[in-house]
């Protein structure tokens, strides 16, 4: 069964960075792209960032270019998401999620953690 | 920009078929999926590549993508169908949601 686990949410102010975790069980981690999907409370999902099986490829929102960064740790089975210069408007539950294939775009997103809460508030 | 527009909210009798639209000027050249989030949890796939079932989703789901609109049919619908919906389709290499639509069963 496949698992996916975040971790790393919380309480920021704005204008600081916080790292979410993301820790995959129940399948072969490095043979599959992974993303970060997020929803703000109450609101739609939002597609944040992609990366390919072996990281040679990364993709990212509009909304948060330049500001996150997607990376993965095969031999760890982890997925992470570096968030900097948080704004209000950042404020959503994060939920990692696991790739139907390899590539990290034109495919399906066919499994989702239980998401991770990040508040970006003074 | 790409856009998928989805109805904000869909209501079905128990038993009855319901129809839940998404549409985008793009959707001729592209894979449509569907996700279901009951309340309080995380979304499922439900569809993908606009009409196949994953394992475990029940056959009442079906999908079509007729090049201008996907839908969603959910036949036969059940309490335990309502949920909010999401499309979602590529933008070359960006990944849209349609809006969601909430699904009634009553």
């Not at chain 1, 950042?90 to 508040?119: I, P, R």
């Not at chain 2, 590549?49 to 999908?63: E, H, L």
Request: hydrophobic fraction near 30%.
């Amino acid at each position: 069964e496949v698992q996916l686990v975040e971790s790393g949410g919380g309480l920021v102010q704005p204008g600081r960075s916080l790292r979410l975790s993301c820790a995959a069980s129940g399948f072969t981690f490095d043979d599959y792209a992974m993303h970060w999907v997020r929803q703000r409370p109450g609101k739609g999902l939002e597609w944040v960032s992609g990366i390919n099986w072996n990281s040679g490829g990364v993709g990212y929102a509009d909304s948060v270019k330049d500001r996150f960064t997607i990376s993965r740790d095969n031999a760890k089975n982890s997925l992470f998401l570096e968030m900097n210069r948080l704004t209000t408007e950042d404020t959503a539950f994060y939920y990692c999620v696991k790739d139907a294939g390899n590539n990290w775009y034109n495919e399906d997103f066919d499994s989702w953690g239980q998401g991770t809460l990040v508040t970006v508030s003074s | 920009s790409f856009e998928l527009t989805q109805p904000p909210s869909v209501s079905v009798s128990p038993g009855q078929t319901a129809t839940i639209t998404c549409s985008g000027d793009k959707l001729a050249n592209t894979y449509v999926s569907w996700y279901q989030q009951r309340s309080g949890q995380s979304p499922v796939l439900v569809i993908y590549q606009n009409a196949n079932r994953p394992s475990g989703i029940p056959g009442r789901f079906s999908g079509f993508n007729s090049g201008y609109t996907a839908t969603l049919t959910i036949s036969g619908a059940q309490a335990v169908d309502e949920a909010d919906y999401y499309c979602q389709a590529w933008d070359s290499t960006t990944a849209v949601f349609g809006g969601g639509t909430k699904l009634t069963v009553l």
